[in-house]
């Protein structure tokens, strides 16, 4: 299937953010506690989301988008775990059905989190569902679709993050981001353009399933060998051609970090600031200490805060989860 978004416009980001104003909430910007680099480092806390993750910013405001009679029926989406609740958090707001299909290996956390919410849970294999956001469908799966990322009115909503950061720190020289599907960073970058073109979007990847660098690369979109890691909000096999035109288009850069790194950078976050974050969220911190980010000023956008206990247990332990 080929599809072309257009970079949301001004006037799409501020509707946005007009219609998610009732459900989201403007998250702080603070200083990470760190003195050893030549950067001034700050974290924007999505983490302190209602749903404890960004993704409630596009979720509702795709929803709320449409006419009540295109959701009466009932939504659904494909998540491992930040998007199923946002879209089951939605639903409920908006008295529609919710059904979300997570795959096999989403953590307990996050799958419980949306059942509390209302949602239907429905566990598949992980390559099967990996393949519904090739498809953009399922074929046992009734009602309206909420893509996770790959859909305008989402990145809309998340651009309002990215607008949000440059009107609390207008000296910000880059900002980075966890790249899962592409919804964060574009929408960031789409903020970037309008209010400040100078600002660099860098997307946060994991080594254990990267492929935006090596497509950005390589000038086309290209798959790369995936495993399952504790970051459960990002990695994948391969970047959505249209997402790839987006991110080509606002400029967007990618640093892939490790399973260490991202580990060691939980820590820090832990130890220094108090914030406890999930494994995707803590590869923008990772991104921003390995000095490949150039900027005096930084922003790391700490995508949200559902960690199992387990895995949580690891990084405290001064391990390195699976």
Known sequence: MSLTWTIPTQAEIA?????????????????????????????????????????LRGAYNAMAAL???????????????NMAQAVA????????PCTVYVPDTAPRTKIN??????????????????????????????????HPYSDPAVIAGQAVCGLEIIEDLPTVDAIIAPYGGGGLCSGIA???????PAVQVWASEIDTGAPLGPSLAAGQPVEVPYQPSFADGIGNPFVNA???????????????????????????????????????????????????????????????GNIDPGTLNVILDGGTPD
């Open 113 to 146: 989190h949306a059942i509390r919410y209302g949602a239907r849970v429905v566990e598949l294999p992980i390559m099967e569902w990996v393949q519904i956001f090739r498809d953009r469908g399922y074929e046992h799966a009734t009602g309206c679709f909420i």
């Open 190 to 196: 789409a903020a970037a353009k309008h209010h400040a």
């Open 89 to 96: 958090y939605a639903a409920r707001a908006l008295d529609v």
């Open 67 to 81: 006419d009540h009679a295109e959701i009466a029926a009932g939504v659904w989406t494909a998540s491992a775990g």
């Open 242 to 304: 249209e997402m790839f035109d987006l991110a080509t288009s606002l400029r967007i850069r990618s640093h892939i970090v490790s399973r260490d790194e991202t580990a060691n950078a939980a820590r820090l976050l832990i130890s220094r600031n108090a914030i406890v974050p999930e494994g995707a969220a803590a590869t923008a911190l990772a991104a921003a200490l390995s000095g490949a980010v150039p900027g005096k000023t930084i922003v790391c956008v700490i995508s949200g």
């Open 15 to 55: 509707a946005a953010r007009q219609r998610i104003a009732s459900v989201a909430v403007r998250t702080p910007l603070v200083r990470f506690d760190w003195d050893d680099g030549p950067a001034e480092i700050y974290l924007k806390l999505e983490l302190l989301q209602p749903i404890r993750a960004f993704k």
